[in-house]
C-alpha cells in the first residue's frame, strides 16, 4: 500500500468498531470524509457505497465504491476494506482500495492502522502533483484524524472540540511568529533602555528566536489533535489483508 497509518486507542474494540463503521460517526471525525451513504445490499455481493469527500476546504468531489468486512481474525483482530473511483473532473484520485486492521493489544487497547493505495488522475501532471501535493497531505489528514478519534474515544473530547481546539492553538502559534518576526525589526527600540541598550540587543533576537522554535516545534497540546502522534511507516511489512483481495474482481 502507498500509505500507512497506525496509531494505538485505549478503547473498547466494539466502541471503536462502531466509531468507524457507523457512516453518521465516521464523518465526524474523519476529516477527509463529507458523506457516505450505503446502498441496498445484493445477496452474494459486497455492500455497495456512494461517497462525498474532502478535497480542499470548499471543494467536494463524489465517487462509489464497495466494501467488505471480517471480524474472525485468529488473534481476536477485525478487518474492513474498501475499493473505491470517481469520475468527478476535480477529483484528484481515478480510483483506489484500502483497508482498515483493528488489532486487539493485550488488554492496552487497540492497534488501529489503515493501508492504502490509488491511482491519480491526470497523466505525468497528476502523477507529479500527486506525489508532491496531494499524497503528504492525505496522509497528514488521515494521521490527523485517527488522533482526532483517538482523543474522542480515550479523553471524551469530541471531534467538534477538537478541531476548535487545533484552530485556536493555532492561531496562537502564528501569532507568536508574526509577533516575533515584527520583534526582530525594532532595533531602534532598544536605544530607549540608554546604558542597558546593549544587553537588550543581545537578549532581544535570542529570545525572539526560542519563541518562534517553540512556536514551531512544541510538542501540540494533549487535548489537540496531531499527525505526528501517528506511526506512518509499519513496524514489519504489511501485507494485503485477504478480504480486500476479495473485492477485487467488484472494482
Known amino acids: 500500500m502507498g500509505l500507512y497509518i497506525e496509531t494505538r486507542i485505549r478503547a473498547d474494540l466494539d466502541e471503536l468498531w462502531a466509531r468507524t463503521q457507523d457512516?453518521?460517526?465516521?464523518?465526524?471525525?474523519?476529516?477527509?470524509?463529507?458523506?457516505i451513504q450505503y446502498l441496498p445490499r445484493t445477496h452474494g455481493r459486497p455492500r455497495r457505497f456512494r461517497y462525498a469527500a474532502r478535497v480542499l476546504p470548499f471543494l467536494t468531489v463524489s465517487g462509489t465504491g464497495v466494501a467488505a468486512s471480517e471480524k474472525d481474525g485468529p488473534d481476536g483482530s477485525r478487518t474492513s476494506a474498501?475499493?473505491?473511483s470517481s469520475r468527478h473532473p476535480f477529483s484528484p484520485v481515478a480510483e483506489g482500495s484500502g483497508y482498515w486492521r483493528y488489532v486487539p493489544d493485550g488488554g492496552q487497547g487497540v492497534r488501529f492502522l489503515a493501508g492504502y493505495d490509488y491511482r491519480p488522475r491526470g497523466g505525468a501532471f497528476g502523477a507529479m502533483a500527486d506525489r508532491l501535493v496531494f499524497r503528504p497531505l492525505t496522509g497528514w489528514a488521515t494521521a490527523w484524524s485517527f488522533d482526532r478519534l483517538r482523543l474522542w474515544l480515550e479523553r471524551g473530547i469530541t471531534p467538534e472540540r477538537a478541531l476548535a481546539n487545533w484552530l485556536a492553538e493555532l492561531v496562537v502559534r502564528a501569532l507568536v511568529l508574526t509577533m516575533c518576526c515584527a520583534g526582530l525589526g525594532l532595533e531602534p527600540v532598544v536605544r530607549v533602555f540608554g546604558e542597558f541598550a546593549a544587553a537588550v540587543a543581545y537578549l532581544c533576537p535570542l529570545l525572539l528566536m526560542v519563541a518562534m522554535s517553540l512556536a514551531l516545534l512544541k510538542e501540540p497540546l494533549a487535548c489537540t489533535p496531531a499527525a505526528r502522534r501517528c506511526l506512518r511507516t509499519p513496524v514489519t511489512q504489511a501485507c494485503t489483508p485477504r478480504v480486500l483481495r476479495t473485492l477485487e474482481k467488484y472494482g
Open 82 to 84: 474498501l475499493r473505491f
Open 23 to 35: 457512516p453518521a460517526q465516521h464523518r465526524r471525525w474523519d476529516l477527509r470524509v463529507r458523506e
